[in-house]
């Protein structure tokens, strides 16, 4: 049994989704608090909700997921009765504050997370942080003192990129020759992006560097033609947010003259409501109107060799945690990415200073501090 020490459990941590029609209304007032989001937009995002019976993929895709990571824990050794896994959400329920109530119950004092998320970013990393950190405050008043730790960011990770590549070269099969790739993400404000990662632009950077990967990936003799693509805008038009958005770069390609296209959702883990609506949905409409053929990649994240990457990086973390030396594999960029967030990672552009757990700068404002024992983060 190899063992997970110094974590007693192990953190599924996603976004969360509605379940019923008259969960969506709350459950987009939980994402949106705060946000400046006009609400024209909520009553038009809602509307996408409804248009699928009001329930989300999203949980079901994590339950398959944490089912998937409980596998593969088994089979690299991990005692899933003594280093349990659970699943909890920033917007519905499991609530993370919840579910680390629970754990802390069932007597773990330190808990790995593992995030839903690929890439570094505001809203992929601090705002999860944020909401541990909020969590940790809560529980630390009732008197349960937790730390929690997160894996590093899994982008550049065979797991993550091999399905992807796999459902493209499947998907290209189908198309005439010459087909492009467009890759699509969630859009961001620029200025989000501006400000992600240590130095800033990690969000567009490592998306770049996961596209290069995933197309060196594919073995074709002629490289197809790629693009980075966004969906999925939200703030006011006023705001700048990362452009082009799909449809109009559907428009473009069918303007330019190319044969077909493969819409690989290279942001996303699974399949949630921006793929399934935004793409599968919008885009998809858009491309037959246009009379450009089009089929959509799949997400990694129903992949075995997904929850196996994912796997590998809490044993590697917790083997690091106990001062040991682990190889770091990544397959895009220049190196991994970091296990312990620097100060302002991923800064949060509204209120700077809100604590977020998991960085160099994080102590639990009150009671005793479990203590820290992380390495230094490891700089690219
Ligand atoms: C980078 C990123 C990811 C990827 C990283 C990750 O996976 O975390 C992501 C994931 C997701 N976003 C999701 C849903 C929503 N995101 C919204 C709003 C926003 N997302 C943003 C960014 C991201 N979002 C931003 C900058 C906003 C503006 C408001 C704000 O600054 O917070 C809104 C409000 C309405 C709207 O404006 O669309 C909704 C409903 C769901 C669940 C889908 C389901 O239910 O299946 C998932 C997985
Ligand atoms: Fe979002």
């Known amino acids: ?48 909700y409804q248009h699928f019976g009001g329930r989300s ?51 773990a004092r330190r808990v790995l997370a593992v995030v839903t998320s690929a890439y ?21 008043h009732e008197g349960r003192s937790m730390r929690v730790d997160k894996i590093r960011h899994y982008f550049d990770q065979d797991g993550f990129l091999q399905p992807i590549a796999d ?36 969000y567009t950077t490592t998306h770049r560097q996961a596209c290069e990967a995933v197309v060196s990936r594919l073995g074709l003799d002629t490289v197809p033609e790629w693009d980075l693509v966004y969906c999925s805008r939200s703030g006011p038009p006023s705001q700048p947010w990362l452009e082009p958005d799909i449809g ?7 303007q330019a003259g190319a044969p077909g296209v493969v819409c690989v959702p290279i942001g996303f883990v699974s399949d949630h409501m921006e793929v399934v609506f935004d793409l599968d949905t919008e885009a998809l409409e858009i491309a037959h109107d246009l009379d450009l053929p089009f089929v959509r990649a799949a ?27 682990p190889d770091r594999p990544s397959k895009a960029g220049p190196g991994p990415w970091h296990d312990v967030c620097p100060a302002g990672c991923c800064a949060n552009l509204r209120n700077p200073d809100k604590p977020a757990a998991c960085g160099v700068d994080w102590v639990l404002p009150i009671d005793k501090p479990v203590q820290s024992g992380s390495p230094a983060p490891v700089s690219r």
């Not at 570094?120 to 630390?140: F, H, I, K, M, N």
């Not at 010459?178 to 890759?183: E, V």
């Not at 109009?248 to 069918?254: E, P, Q, R, T, Y």
Request: aromatic share 6%; with cysteine; hydrophobic share 40%.
């Open 248 to 254: 109009d770069h559907l428009a473009a390609l069918k």
């Open 120 to 140: 570094p970013s505001y809203s992929g990393c601090r705002q999860y942080r944020e909401d541990l950190a909020e969590a940790l405050v809560t529980l630390a």
């Open 299 to 325: 997400t990694s994240g129903r992949a075995a060799a997904f929850a196996q990457t994912l796997a590998a990086l809490v044993v590697e973390r917790a083997a690091a945690e106990r001062g040991e030396n």
């Open 57 to 107: 993929p999203i949980n079901d895709e994590n339950r398959l997921l944490l089912a998937n990571l409980r596998e593969q824990l088994a089979a690299a050794g991990v005692d899933l009765e003594t280093t349990p896994v659970y699943w909890g959400n920033r917007n519905w329920a499991p609530f993370t504050t919840d579910v680390l109530r629970e754990a802390h119950e069932a007597g």
């Open 167 to 202: 459902s493209i070269r499947e998907g290209l099969g189908s198309l005439p020759a010459g087909s492009r790739i467009a890759f699509v993400t969630h859009s961001i404000p620029d200025a989000m992006d501006d400000a992600s990662g240590p130095d800033g632009n990690a």
């Open 1 to 48: 049994m190899s063992s997970l020490k110094p974590y007693d459990a192990v953190l599924l941590l996603s976004f969360g989704g509605p379940e019923a029609p008259d969960e969506v209304m709350p459950f987009l007032e939980n994402v949106t608090r705060g946000r400046g989001i006009p609400r024209e937009r909520l009553l038009e995002v809602s509307e996408h």
